[in-house]
């Protein structure tokens, strides 16, 4: 019988009621941005330099064509456009993020600007106005030079700092916001920015400074969390998470190697933010493995700080909900073992590949792979312990040019079925999804050269006219109808 639905559905009544799945009326849909990516006004006023404002100004050659958020799509200054076009959207939240240095000048909360303040107040009145929930994410990257000369996210002491700023947002914002995020991504921040060093600070030392950061991460994301939860939550009544990005890998063949790496690329990529904040500590495997490579290289002890029980209590449970970043999936095999190289490539041993079926974006990286999303949800679910998840981010990537862009539609059409089905089939507690991202912004080190948006944005222009998608218009209807019409169940 259900092969019988599920036929008809793929070949005769497309788009009937009969294959129509509709969302619960309470998940949330919405949009997201980041505040470097998007504010521009880089140094309006009193604010403080960022790193992102240091390396894009003293490397300009790293990113592509020279780009940086200088003026970006200039946010400051085209807020309530921004705002008007997510009403005109109907979405119901909007994932938007705080700037460190914009709030406090030199980081620490001795000196607020109130010109900052004012900013944001503003941002979330118009929200407010609008109906519009804010979902606020308090560090998106960007950190204020003065905290990177005192060491940055390779020094432990950053989570009481940042802990510090995190109460200081709550005290004056936390009558606007009922969700929380407070570090978007460590993977990706410490990865690229303390790793490889393709993202600001620029720091190359890979598979030492990315985990120390991972752990300062922890610990700040931690802290925040508690300080909301015994001050703030009684009389604010909001929620905290984290936003932790994740792709799915596929096994390359059915190999026990390849299966083994995929394990491992699961493991060092969701299991090193997640495992702490589920079990207390990292995965058996990733200290099992660096601790053998770190003797084995000739150290005392491990690559990999030590999560102490101090840090165990504090870091263990320390979350509402998690936000899931999902963009793709990867092919993972084995590779080959190279004890002298101490990088966090080493240590985790994959090779990862992408299927040349896969449709391709404008970048190198992110190609259409719906069902990964649907995998890895329940993957998550069953491995820890079920937690409340967001979709905090899932986009799509073209050229900045494109405005009637199928292939976003075909992505969000697809990622949004991939989530329905985890949801009613799989059981997966998933209560929202938010787009990346309701503008083409810029893009990190690829500066303008592609974009995440709804909506394309002339970057050329002096007013950063803004120009919605086709896709803007599709996403538009789905979150009206609440409903997708072409998604069989399986
Ligand atoms: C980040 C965004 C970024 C997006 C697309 C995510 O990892 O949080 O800031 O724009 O990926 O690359």
């Not at 004056?172 to 969700?179: A, I, N, R």
């Not at 084995?296 to 700080?305: E, F, M, V």
């Not at 404008?362 to 719906?370: G, I, M």
């Amino acid at each position: 019988m259900k092969l019988f639905f599920l036929l008809v559905c793929l070949f005769i009544e497309r788009g009937t009621p009969l294959c129509q799945k509709c969302f619960p009326s309470d998940f949330l849909w919405g949009t997201a941005t980041s505040s470097y990516q998007i504010e521009g006004a880089w140094n309006i006023s009193d604010k403080g330099e960022n790193i992102w404002d240091w390396f894009v100004h003293t490397y300009p050659e790293n990113i592509t064509n020279q780009g940086n958020g200088d003026i970006a799509s200039d946010f400051y200054h085209h807020y309530e456009e921004d705002i008007d076009l997510m009403a005109n959207l109907s979405a119901q939240v909007y994932r938007m993020s705080l700037s460190w240095a914009r709030i406090l000048p030199n980081g620490k909360r001795d000196y607020i600007s109130e010109e900052g303040v004012n900013f944001y107040k503003t941002i979330f009145e118009k929200l407010r106005s609008k109906n519009i929930e804010p979902v606020v994410t308090i560090y998106h990257w960007e950190l204020p030079m003065t905290m990177h000369e005192l060491g940055g996210w390779v020094n432990p002491e950053m989570a009481d700092y940042f802990a510090d700023y995190a109460s200081v947002c709550y005290e004056l914002f936390g009558s606007y916001v009922k969700y929380w995020v407070t570090v978007n991504e460590p993977y990706m921040q410490c990865i690229q920015g303390y790793g490889s060093g393709i993202h600001a600070p620029g720091i190359t030392d890979t598979g030492v400074a990315d985990y120390q950061c991972l752990y300062a991460q922890l610990l700040a994301h931690a802290k925040a969390y508690h300080i909301y939860n015994d001050t703030f939550k009684a009389t604010q009544n909001g929620t905290v998470g984290i936003a932790l990005v994740s792709q799915w890998y596929e096994p390359l063949t059915d190999s026990e190697e390849d299966k083994l790496a995929v394990e491992r690329g699961m493991q060092w990529m969701w299991g090193l933010q997640m495992n702490p904040i589920i079990y207390g500590n990292w995965p058996q495997i990733v200290i099992d493995r660096i601790g053998n490579f770190s003797i084995a290289q000739g150290l005392n002890s491990s690559r990999l700080p030590e999560i102490t029980q101090k840090d165990t209590a504090l870091i263990k449970g320390s979350f509402d909900f998690v936000g899931l970043n999902y963009y793709t999936t990867f092919y993972a095999s084995a590779m080959t073992e190279n004890i002298s190289d101490i990088s966090y490539n080493s240590d985790r041993g994959i090779i990862q590949s992408s299927d040349k079926n896969w449709v391709l974006g404008a970048n190198t990286w992110l190609h259409d792979v719906p069902s990964g999303l649907r995998k890895i949800l329940k993957w998550i679910s069953i491995n820890y312990r079920s937690p409340r998840i967001l979709i905090t981010e899932n986009g799509w990537s073209d050229l900045p040019e494109v405005v009637n862009d199928t292939e976003r539609i075909n992505y969000i059409q697809g990622h949004t079925c991939s989530l329905l089905q985890a949801k009613y089939v799989d059981q997966v507690d998933v209560f929202g999804y938010i787009y990346w991202s309701l503008t083409n912004s810029f893009e990190w080190k690829t500066g303008y050269s592609e974009g995440f948006g709804l909506i394309q944005i002339d970057f050329n222009s002096p007013n950063r006219t803004r120009t919605p998608r086709a896709s803007y218009y599709y996403y538009k209807n789905l979150i009206e109808t609440n409903c997708l019409k072409h998604c069989a169940f399986r």
